[in-house]
């Protein structure tokens, strides 16, 4: 700065507070700074987060056994819960009187607002293990002095009079899990191929790549029907839970490797990669230092989106009756279920139970993805 | 439209802007990227904008059309513009959807964009690019269009109108499409002309013809030109005003003459002396004793040639030395080989022949271009490189101090030396060590520059390449970046190979420079022999196309133009 000081010197990082704090922010904290402003994404994380909690603390959260068979209460519909009761804070259900239609022959419930069945939170309970481990004897909520002709059924109960609300927040353990493991396969399977794809170029690349294009052009019902088909029937229910993932995996992980083969090519010929090279740094400490942290961020956005196809194709196989089977419970199994006229103009509360969380979590996941993307990238906007 | 005609009408003001402000609104307050500013554009003249980047000069332009990007927008002033039959519209007032406005763009008020890469649809047909404002404006017949079109072709100088009207953008280079360009915004026969940096893109060879096409355009149809530039030699070449804005707001205006040789604010003074320093050798370089011509050289480089996977031959038996503590200088244009002589030096690319002999420290020679892998290693310590892009140069997901500490954490330092290494070498190239954990987005292009200046010599380099390192930069960092690098060289004596294509960066700085031309050294020697004697023709194309900052003694249009290359290729592919 010789003679020319009089110019507006090169003006350093600003300095006022906030400006200070960017300046020190590292890729995340901007990811999470840009992530805030998409406001429907952020009440998906807060959906999705509860979502999984509730699967997670399920046995605490469904107020019964989700197996606990009641054959009073066949096809049950919801009750709803008063909250006061003789001017006072009492929060209760109305018993429920079953009459047997016999022109129909149907059993037809109504609520009998003279029996009042007190409900509370933290009530005593059959012990379990939560989480298989922690042994308890309290449930979240339920019926604070069960007797025999009480019930709570808060989204009706099925044909066996098992309560739809128990055994949708159980399914949600197997529905929402089946989506993180199959895309922690496609993770593994995705970031290794692609890698491997985009890293060493060449002949690998193309073999690579037209099996990638091999395998999206199976029409994927079929297919997943097919491999469903050759699971033994007589296989322990956890052992085609896993394959099952396998198999829902088995598509999801091509997108995911052409994202990170795509993002490999782009990167190796940054300047910034160079000078990594220059600098002597190996070419495996370059993938780690450089190419990794970069797409980080992408790669969780398309995972965040790659869940809700995993969950739908689980349900889709569970619905077709080639998936999961009974006793496991998962939202496909549930739907299945109700895959029968009677149900539907009889009970709708079977379809439209899972059906709603399905789409709740479908949607959320892909806001919630919708955001993670945009924000994937929060250099854009600064530089 | 004769010359006679505009004669008449000269000085009548066509377009007055007064008091013009945009502003954007942002997340942390208002960006007042135009200010209050105030300018009167007449028939037949030319203003020029001048300002460094974010100055709001484009946004001034833009704002007269109302294309200003969102969410920016006009808050204040007015656009006055005269038609030739003496009524009057204010633009500022206008809908900026609406169907005045959209009268005015094209018709009355043209304008040229800086990318003519980006500004023309690669999916039309230049004939039907052109003809689209005649359509619009006027709908005249296809027949009568095509008729117009030729005219507008013949009107910019490309060859073969009959032929080219039925081609596609792509089929044309930068200079090529930034004529199209021009008889796209003629079509209507405007009164103003807005040029938006319109050669910035272009070579400096490129740059001259349409500087030559637009001032004689603009004379036989007797348009008001607003000429956007950062560059001050342009300004010198064509003003007839100058408008320095700096920050949003005008900072001086006057006649070309006066902001050149008698400027009055501080600010213009300051931007006409960085320019004026770049004009003449550095002082250090004046008074430093020359380095003995039998010095052994550092680097000694023959026969080196590297043809791309394309079949391009990018390096076409390229020989050259450097010496030790010495600057090389290597100019030419785009496209001429020079960056990737530059990355083959470094084996970033594999030169197929010839040989790089580098001189070690222990004085013993190795052939970079046969190295093997280790050997390379050891070499990449000595020769380094600093990029050309600033931004992309740095990962953005490392600290100031990472990015710095890496060839020394590859070197095996760690701990608390690597630390205070890394403060040494901050303050080294004129940053604050305090900024360490800061990221790459807080700081601005020269202090960029610094950073990878900074990893650079982390390691005691003996040679660095430096490939046009200061060509992101505005005028003013430029020499500032120049002298750290003097600096630098006389603390650590080290050698650069400065690969650029601004003849002025060149001249300030190097000792000796070579001259390439489409992959071939063409001319090399001391830089003050070149410079004022070259004995190649294309190096004297090459310097009297250079605009000289200066409106007493405009050159460009008195420029030498290098034939030789016409008869060496079937079609003329630039200008």
């Not at chain 2, 000289?548 to 079609?571: E, K, Q, S």
Request: with cysteine; charged share 20%; glycine share 8%.
């Amino acid at each position: 700065m010789t003679d020319i000081t009089h110019l507006p010197p090169e003006t350093g990082p600003s300095l006022d507070l906030r400006a200070r704090d960017i300046a020190v922010a590292g890729q995340w904290k901007l990811f999470w700074l840009k992530f805030k402003k998409h406001r429907i994404a952020l009440v998906s994380l807060v959906v999705i987060s509860c979502m999984y909690l509730i699967a997670i603390f399920a046995d605490f959260i469904a107020p019964f056994d989700p197996n606990a068979t009641n054959a009073r209460f066949t096809y049950a519909p919801p009750q709803g819960i008063s909250l006061m009761l003789d001017g006072s804070f009492r929060p209760h259900v109305s018993q429920l009187k079953m009459t047997l239609n016999t022109e129909s022959m149907r059993r037809e419930f109504a609520p009998d607002p003279q029996k009042p069945v007190s409900v509370g939170f933290f009530v005593p309970s059959n012990p379990y293990n939560l989480l298989g481990f922690i042994p308890m004897q309290t449930k979240l909520f339920g019926l604070t002095d069960p007797k025999v002709g009480d019930s709570l059924y808060l989204f009706g109960a099925d044909r066996l009079g098992r309560d739809i609300f128990s055994r949708v927040v159980h399914g949600a353990q197997i529905s929402l899990s089946i989506g993180l493991v199959g895309v922690f396969l496609s993770l593994i399977l995705g970031v290794t191929i692609g890698g491997i794809s985009g890293f060493f170029g060449g002949w690998t690349d193309v073999v690579i790549q037209r099996f990638i294009e091999l395998l999206r052009s199976i029409p994927t019902i079929p297919l997943w029907m097919g491999l469903a088909a050759a699971i033994p029937v007589g296989w322990p229910p956890l052992r085609t839970y896993f394959v099952i993932t396998l198999i829902v995996s088995l598509i999801g992980w091509t997108s995911l490797a052409r994202e990170v083969r795509g993002k490999f090519l782009s990167m190796r010929n940054e300047d910034f990669v160079t000078a990594a090279r220059l600098d002597g740094m190996s070419e495996i400490g370059i993938i780690f230092n450089h190419l990794v942290p970069s797409f980080m961020s992408h790669i969780i956005a398309t995972l965040t989106l790659a869940i809700p196809s995993m969950i739908l194709a689980e349900t889709a196989l569970s619905f077709l009756g080639i998936g999961l089977q009974p006793p496991i419970i998962s939202w496909g199994v549930l739907l299945q279920e109700a895959q029968n006229i009677r149900a539907v103009s009889q009970a709708p509360w079977l379809l439209f139970t899972p059906a709603a969380a399905i789409v709740i979590s479908v949607l959320s996941l892909n806001f919630l993805g919708d955001g993670l993307r945009d924000a994937a990238d929060p250099y854009e906007a600064l530089t | 439209m004769t010359p006679e005609k505009s004669m008449t009408i000269e000085n009548e003001t066509i377009l007055k802007v007064d008091d013009l402000r945009t502003y954007f609104p942002t997340r942390t307050g208002l960006f007042k990227a135009v200010d209050g500013v105030s300018f009167d554009l007449k028939r037949g003249k030319t203003l020029c904008v001048v300002g460094e980047s974010g100055s709001g000069k484009s946004v001034t332009a833009r704002s007269i059309l109302q294309i200003v990007d969102k969410p920016g927008r006009i808050e204040g002033g007015s656009i006055l513009l005269t038609r030739a039959d003496g009524s009057t519209t204010d633009l500022a007032k206008l809908d900026a959807r609406g169907k005045e406005i959209r009268g005015v763009r094209g018709k009355e008020i043209a304008m040229i964009f800086q990318e003519p890469m980006s500004s023309l649809s690669p999916v039309h047909r230049i004939g039907a690019q052109i003809g689209e404002g005649l359509r619009i404006h006027f709908g005249i017949s296809k027949k009568d269009q095509r008729e117009r079109v030729l005219e507008l072709l013949r009107q910019v100088e490309i060859p073969r109108p009959e032929t080219a009207i039925d081609r596609y953008t792509f089929e044309f280079s930068g200079g090529m499409r930034q004529r199209v360009m021009i008889a796209m915004a003629l079509a209507c026969n405007p009164q103003v002309l807005i040029a938006d940096e319109p050669t910035t893109a272009l070579d400096v060879t490129t740059q001259a013809e349409i500087l030559d096409l637009i001032r004689r355009l603009q004379k036989s149809h007797g348009m008001a030109v607003l000429f956007i530039t950062h560059d001050m030699g342009v300004v010198a070449e064509i003003a007839d005003e100058v408008l320095v804005m700096y920050r949003g707001k005008v900072m001086e205006r006057g006649p070309v003459e006066q902001i050149f040789h008698a400027p009055q604010d501080d600010y213009t003074r300051g931007l006409i002396g960085s320019v004026v320093k770049l004009e003449r050798k550095a002082e250090v370089r004046l008074t430093r004793p020359d380095i003995p011509a039998d010095t052994p050289p550092l680097l000694d480089v023959k026969n080196l040639s590297m043809t791309f996977p394309s079949g391009l031959k990018a390096v076409d038996d390229v020989s050259l030395i450097v010496r030790p503590g010495e600057t090389l200088g290597i100019v030419g244009e785009s496209g001429s080989g020079k960056t990737t002589m530059g990355r083959c030096l470094l084996r970033i690319y594999e030169p197929e022949s010839g040989t790089i002999d580098f001189r070690r420290a222990d004085g013993s020679t190795v052939d970079v271009r046969t190295a093997g892998s280790s050997a390379l290693k050891d070499i990449r310590r000595e020769m380094r490189m600093i990029f050309q892009d600033p931004v992309g140069s740095l990962s953005p997901r490392k600290t100031v101090a990472q990015i710095i500490a890496e060839p020394l954490k590859l070197a095996g330092m760690k701990g608390r030396t690597l630390d205070d290494r890394v403060a040494e070498l901050m303050q080294q190239v004129g940053l604050e060590p305090a900024w360490r954990e800061r990221y790459p987005h807080a700081f601005s292009g020269g202090q960029r520059q610094r950073i990878g200046i900074a990893r650079a010599i982390a390691v005691n380099p003996r040679l660095i390449i430096a490939d046009e390192a200061t060509s992101a930069l505005d005028v003013s960092l430029r020499s500032q970046m120049l002298d750290l690098m003097m600096k630098l060289q006389d603390e650590m004596g080290l050698s650069y190979v400065f690969i650029s294509h601004d003849m002025s960066v060149i001249r300030y700085m190097c000792d000796r420079v070579a001259v390439m031309y489409r992959g071939k050294i063409v001319e090399a020697g001391d830089t003050d022999q070149v410079v004022n004697h070259p004995a190649h023709d294309y190096t004297r194309a090459l310097l009297s196309a250079i605009p000289n900052p200066d409106p007493r003694d405009r050159r460009i249009h008195n420029r030498f133009r290098y034939d030789a290359a016409a008869a060496a290729r079937p079609v003329p592919a630039n200008g």
